[in-house]
């Protein structure tokens, strides 16, 4: 309960002092990508039950000739690069922690697909709410493999609480200024779950 109300306060808090970098990011991604603004997907919550996710546009709509979408790394933008690295791509997900479909702090909330190829230990990432950040996130985001990430995840749940949430959120405001760890070598991102055994 406390902190569910921390994390109720402390967003309607931060939109309301980063209204203006919000408004001001909205505009930017309307100019330089288009619409829409948002990028919306359902991702697995607490307990696996699944909600709309909100972040800025990073990418753009660029299909090949036969229709098919374009792999991310030729439609990311130089525009959405900056955007990831400050990490201004996932403001709107404050509005996600105020609806309580996410928390500030957690196992960050990643694809549905993924969901039939956790193991029963990983699996327990989702016995607390999603973060908009988390442990994994501080200790090398999208450079790890994923079995660390989930071993990370999986101690958060084990050992949450305020003062490690203090901590967590410490070190994401320097990790944003360091703008570290934000893709593999090699990918926009992060490659994909494909399971354990594969």
């Given at each position: 309960m406390f902190k569910r109300s921390?994390?109720?306060?402390?967003?309607?808090?931060?939109?309301?002092?980063?209204?203006?970098?919000?408004?001001?990011?909205a505009v930017m991604v309307r100019w330089k990508l288009g619409s829409p603004i948002f990028f919306r997907q359902i991702r697995p919550g607490r307990h696996g039950k699944l909600f709309g996710i909100y972040k800025f546009r990073t990418m753009l709509d660029s299909v090949d000739a036969d229709g098919n979408v374009l792999p991310d790394d030729l439609r990311l933008t130089r525009f959405g690069v900056v955007l990831r690295k400050l990490s201004?791509?996932?403001?709107?997900?404050?509005?996600n922690v105020l609806r309580g479909d996410m928390s500030l702090v957690g196992p960050r909330p990643l694809l549905e697909e993924y969901l039939p190829l956790y193991s029963e230990e990983q699996a327990r990432r989702h016995d607390v709410r999603p973060g908009i950040t988390g442990w994994a996130q501080v200790s090398g985001r999208n450079t790890i493999s994923?079995?660390?990430?989930?071993?990370?995840?999986?101690?958060?749940v084990d050992h949450c609480s305020f003062w490690l949430d203090m901590?967590?959120?410490w070190l994401t405001v320097v990790r944003v200024f360091q703008a570290k760890d934000i893709n593999q070598p090699g990918v926009a991102t992060m490659e994909k779950f494909t399971g354990n055994n594969k």
């Open positions: 921390f994390d109720f306060c402390i967003a309607l808090t931060l939109l309301i002092i980063l209204l203006p970098v919000i408004a001001a990011t201004l791509d996932e403001l709107p997900q404050l509005i994923w079995e660390e990430r989930f071993r990370l995840d999986v101690w958060y901590k967590i959120l």
